[in-house]
């Protein structure tokens, strides 16, 4: 409480220099009331009680989920476990998780810490899976080979790079090929957290191949969620604390023109893309501020928006699901598989819904 009181303070003053940014309060919806949207079919996903950060849904029906994030100031119910990614077959009736082993000799599991994931497929079949880690609290791409006999995951590489110094999410658009978000970036080693409540880190989004990497976008309140459009030609950016989403014009030479932005009345994190409409699903917190100082008595409360016609003037935004954190608290992420409805959260647990 003393922090919250030390920082509101702060945030007033500082408040009355800038205007180029809103307050903490307004940037973390601190006051975001919750009006709630049921879905008739809903169960939890048995298995998952440490987070399911981001998810990634192939066209098959098997789904990778990221558990177990530990981020600073951010809750972790198994803060001495390493993170894992899970797989769940979609197909089955009453899909159960599984812990997918990770093999590699030079992978150090007891420091792994998913975050955002992103899947690439190529002419063969081979599913590569790219995952953002945080070892130690650091930021690197972990690229590993899907065997989907073994139920396994063979590392094959980490990737490490200056321009990509906390990272958040990634897309991938080949195996060792992607955007990814840098969420902050802080000025003053030792004003960290400062920055970052009162919007004064930077945040990027990079294209990575292993001969270019560039920065395309810049200058975000926290830049989240990154996708592609299906026909690869437009590239979806979800600004957290500006509660915007981008829409970008991918070049061929891989640079992003901004072409428009949405506003929300929510944080906006992860976007997932419906390969066969184009709609986006984004996973957002109604009430950001109780992702960053959790209170049991208080949850962040979980949100689920569906954008239909993105490109066209009049996009139309549904609100699909909406809870006040009794049964899913800090939703990140949703994504559809025929007719159903994975939710995945920052650290707690994920929820299965009819459509
Ligand atoms: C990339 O392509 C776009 C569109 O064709 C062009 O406007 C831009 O100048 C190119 N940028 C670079 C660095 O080549
Ligand atoms: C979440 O976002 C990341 C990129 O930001 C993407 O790779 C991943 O596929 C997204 N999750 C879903 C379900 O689309
Ligand atoms: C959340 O919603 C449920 C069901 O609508 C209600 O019973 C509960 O009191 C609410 N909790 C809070 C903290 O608002």
């Known amino acids: 409480m003393a922090k919250l009181m030390l920082l509101t303070l702060l945030g007033l003053g500082l408040a009355l220099f800038r205007d180029h940014r809103a307050s903490y309060q307004a940037r973390l919806n601190a006051f975001g009331e919750v009006k709630p949207v ?24 098997l789904a990778f989920i990221s ?13 001495d476990k390493p993170g894992k990614i899970l797989l769940m077959d979609l197909n089955e009736e009453d899909p159960t998780v599984l812990e997918l082993k990770i093999t590699g000799s030079k992978f150090d599991h007891s420091s792994f810490n998913p975050h955002g ?19 130690d609290f650091k930021s690197t791409v972990e690229l590993f080979k899907f065997q989907e006999e073994e139920k396994s995951l063979l590392h094959l590489k980490t990737i490490r790079h200056e321009l990509l110094p906390n990272l958040n999410d990634i897309v991938a658009v080949g195996p060792e090929h992607f955007y990814a978000t840098n969420d902050h970036y802080f000025v003053d080693h030792y ?6 409540y009162l919007g004064l880190a930077w945040s990027y989004v990079v294209y990575y191949s292993p001969t270019e990497v560039q920065v395309m976008a810049d200058g975000f309140d926290f830049a989240n969620g990154i996708n592609i459009s299906p026909d690869g030609k437009y590239v979806y950016i979800g600004e957290l604390l500006a509660h915007k989403i ?10 992003l023109t901004p072409l428009k932005s949405l506003d929300f009345n929510t944080l906006v994190d ?10 986006l699903w984004v996973g957002c917190h109604p009430n950001g501020m109780r992702i960053f100082f959790y209170d049991p008595e208080n949850p962040p409360a979980s949100e689920v928006i569906r954008i239909q016609n993105i490109l066209t003037e009049e996009p139309k935004v549904t609100r699909v699901y909406a809870e006040n954190g009794t049964v899913l608290q800090g939703s990140t992420v949703a994504s559809v598989y025929k007719g159903k409805l994975l939710i995945g959260t920052v650290f707690q647990k994920a929820l299965y819904c009819e459509l």
């Not at 994931?117 to 070892?135: A, G, K, Q, R």
């Not at 981008?246 to 640079?255: G, Q």
Request: aromatic share 8%.
């Open 117 to 135: 994931i992103s899947t690439f497929t190529d002419e063969d079949n081979t599913v590569y899976l790219l995952v953002v880690n945080h070892p």
């Open 246 to 255: 981008h829409v970008y014009e991918k070049h061929a030479n891989w640079t």
């Open 38 to 61: 049921e879905l008739p079919n809903c169960n939890l996903v048995k298995g998952i009680e440490s987070g399911s950060e981001d998810l990634e849904i192939l066209p098959s029906g």
């Open 67 to 79: 558990s177990g994030l530990k981020y600073p100031e951010i809750k972790s119910f198994e803060p």
């Open 191 to 196: 004003l960290r957290s400062w920055e970052l």
């Open 270 to 279: 992860n976007i997932s893309v419906d390969p066969v409409t184009g709609d």
